[in-house]
C-alpha cells in the first residue's frame, strides 16, 4: 500500500525558513513526477513546486527565488526548502506522487506564517 507522509510543517515569523520533507513508501518504482501543493480554505489546491522529469522542475511564480524543491539521497524522497517566507504562504501543503498513472497524496502539514 503506498503511502505518502509530509513533514516539517509549522508556525514561523515572516522572513523566516522551514524544510518540509515527504517520502513515498509501498512501492520499489523510483518515482520521477513528486511535487509540492497547498491550499488555503476556500481556495483550489494549487502546485508550488514540483519535478516535471527525473531532473527538471517548475515552480509556481509566488514562490520562485525563495522555495527550493529538491529530492533526498533516499528512493522516493523529496524536501521543500521555503525561505523568505510572507504571511501569504500560510497554507496547508501537500505531497504528490505520480505513477503508473495514479495520484497520491499525504494528509497535509500546515505551514502558518505570522506578519
Known amino acids: 500500500q503506498v503511502q505518502v507522509v509530509e513533514s516539517g510543517g509549522g508556525l514561523v515569523q515572516a522572513g523566516g525558513s522551514l524544510r518540509l520533507s515527504c517520502v513515498v513508501s509501498?512501492?520499489?518504482?523510483?518515482?520521477?513526477?513528486m511535487g509540492w501543493y497547498r491550499q488555503v480554505p476556500g481556495k483550489q489546491r494549487e502546485s508550488v513546486a514540483r519535478?516535471?522529469?527525473?531532473?527538471?522542475?517548475n515552480y509556481a511564480d509566488s514562490v520562485k527565488g525563495r522555495f527550493t524543491i529538491s529530492r533526498g539521497n533516499a528512493k522516493n524522497t523529496v524536501y521543500l526548502q521555503m525561505n523568505s517566507l510572507k504571511p501569504e504562504d500560510t497554507a496547508v501543503y501537500y505531497c504528490?506522487?505520480?505513477?503508473?498513472?495514479?495520484?497520491?497524496w499525504g494528509q497535509g502539514t500546515q505551514v502558518t506564517v505570522s506578519s
Open positions: 509501498g512501492t520499489s518504482f523510483s518515482i520521477n513526477y
Open positions: 519535478f516535471t522529469s527525473a531532473a527538471s522542475t
Open positions: 504528490n506522487a505520480v505513477f503508473f498513472g495514479s495520484n497520491y
